[in-house]
């Protein structure tokens, strides 16, 4: 039998990027979430390897930094597509049509709420609430607010930031 080695450190560039991450974040009470979100920032996501650097730069459990990144839904376990959608399910978005809204835009992009399509262009992810009530059903992509979202308008922003512009009449100011 072959003794099989396993390593738990990470590739060299993600262990530097990493730790540059949580530098700015030592003097803080509970850095935690703050340098979670800075890792995040930094790849788009939270490798795996970047858990157990964190964990060593914070002194704590790798077990407690994997339970807050497996816990809070704003952090990624994996890369997201080009584009991310956030369709609002909160009730006033869904007394205005939202979940016919999360079916079309499924089937548009082929993608499950949850999840990346295949070709990696779209991240579909649900909110509760996106303080755009007055105008739902709501979403956002890429981090924009659209109000009165239809697949049609979450197509062309989507088609748009695949080709780095913003659609007529969906710029600042637009409903």
Not at 71 to 97: H, I, K, M, N, W
Not at 118 to 147: I, Y
Request: hydrophobic fraction near 45%.
């Amino acid at each position: 039998m072959h003794a099989v080695s396993v390593s738990n450190a990470a590739p060299p560039d993600v262990e530097a990027r990493t730790r540059a991450a949580v530098a700015p974040h030592r003097g803080l009470r509970g850095p935690l979430l703050p340098v979670l979100h800075a890792v995040q920032d930094e790849f788009g996501w939270i490798p795996g390897e970047a858990v157990q650097v964190v964990a060593d730069e914070l002194n704590l459990s790798r077990a407690d930094v994997h339970g807050v990144v497996t816990f809070y839904a704003d952090f990624r376990r994996e890369p997201a597509g080009r584009s991310t959608v956030r369709l609002c399910r909160a009730e006033a978005c869904q007394a205005v049509g939202a979940q016919a809204l999360v079916e079309a835009v499924e089937a548009r992009f082929a993608v499950k709420v949850g999840g990346t399509s295949a070709d990696g262009e779209v991240t579909l992810e649900e909110v509760f609430c996106l303080g755009n009530c007055a105008l739902g059903p709501s979403a956002s992509v890429d981090g924009a607010v659209v109000g009165r979202a239809s697949v049609q308008r979450l197509g062309a922003l989507v088609a748009a930031a695949g080709a780095g512009r913003t659609p007529p009449g969906q710029g600042e100011g637009a409903s």
